[in-house]
């Protein structure tokens, strides 16, 4: 059975297919990225509320956002303001920016910087080597971001990463 999250993300990256790291330029991939957390979470409160009946105020969702290598969430953090003033049925959202930690990236010669996993090799493709316990780690991240949703009352269900 796959996780919702990764239903949600296929179906963000389905209406947003030109999304990919190795073909875009920074700003471009953010403005892709920033479109891609919009629409899967315009998707997923718009599939909930279509299915109730009521029309008191919105059940919680939440948002759950990783920065990218080098960056940080201050980077990001602006998306609480942007997604509503796009989107006005994203102002109830929850949001959740955890920091990656600071650790030794091995293709930029180990210099120190925040990154979710070591990379090895550039650019990243099948038979790379991974970085397990890095991952591991990332994953606990999204997992305790998640957690803390939910002890303010956000389903599992209405949390998109």
Not at 1 to 20: C, D, E, G, N
Not at 59 to 83: E, M, V, Y
């Amino acid at each position: 059975k796959k996780s919702k999250y990764v239903v949600l993300l296929t179906a963000a990256r389905q209406m947003h297919p030109q999304l990919r790291l190795s073909n875009a330029t920074n700003s471009t991939f953010k403005k892709n990225l920033l479109l891609s957390a919009l629409t899967a979470t315009s998707y997923l409160l718009t599939k909930t509320h279509a299915m109730s009946t009521s029309t008191s105020t919105p059940k919680p969702a939440g948002l759950i956002f990783l920065h990218g290598l080098g960056d940080t969430p201050a980077g990001w953090s602006s998306l609480r303001n942007q997604l509503p003033a796009l989107r006005p049925n994203l102002s109830h959202l929850t949001y959740a920016f955890p920091a990656a930690p600071t650790i030794p990236i091995s293709i930029n010669g180990g210099m120190t910087m925040p990154g979710w996993f070591d990379l090895y090799d550039w650019p990243i493709g099948v038979g790379c080597q991974d970085d397990e316990v890095g991952l591991e780690r990332a994953v606990a991240a999204v997992h305790k971001a998640a957690l803390e949703m939910e002890k303010k009352g956000i389903e599992r269900e209405r949390i998109v990463v």
